[in-house]
């Protein structure tokens, strides 16, 4: 028996190395139990973001539209970006940080509230950034290491 079902998210760097290789998901072979799949909105706008042929940006409508349909997409809402801007003027508070840092932090701390507002683990590579929106926003995040990747 494979186990419960388990909601996971993806974060953009797990994603990226994937879609490089023409790939559009990852291997969860280490979940406790059956993953479920969602994608955080903010992940699917950086993977457009970085795309730059037409192969890529039609696995990604095909991804995006997947989600859409399936209602896993998790969008921010107006609390999670209130949430958001709370968070990071606590971060760069707390860490005295330049202020492109905490910009750039915007997009992480939007797709961890995510995971945390549908119950889902947040798989990604950048751990250092999810410890600190870890240290105050309480959500479950485990690092992705594949090494064939």
Do not use: C
């Not at 079902?5 to 994603?15: A, G, I």
């Not at 799949?37 to 973001?49: D, N, R």
């Not at 910009?103 to 889902?120: C, Q, Y």
């Amino acid at each position: 028996m494979a186990g419960p079902l388990v909601k996971v998210l993806l974060d953009t760097s797990v994603y990226i190395p994937f879609l490089n290789r023409g790939l559009s998901i990852p291997s969860l072979e280490n979940t406790p139990g059956m993953p479920l799949l969602y994608m955080s909105a903010v992940v699917m706008e950086e993977l457009y973001a970085g795309a730059y042929d037409r192969f890529t940006i039609r696995l990604l409508d095909k991804v995006f539209h997947t989600f859409d349909r399936t209602n896993r997409l998790v969008i921010p809402n107006k609390v999670d970006w209130q949430e958001a801007g709370k968070v990071i003027a606590r971060i760069g508070r707390a860490g005295r940080m330049p202020k492109q840092t905490l910009v750039r932090l915007t997009h992480d701390t939007l797709i961890a509230l995510g995971a945390k507002r549908v119950g889902a683990v947040l798989y990604t590579k950048n751990i250092k950034d999810f410890q600190k929106i870890q240290s105050h926003v309480p959500f479950r995040f485990l690092p992705f290491n594949h090494d064939e990747i």
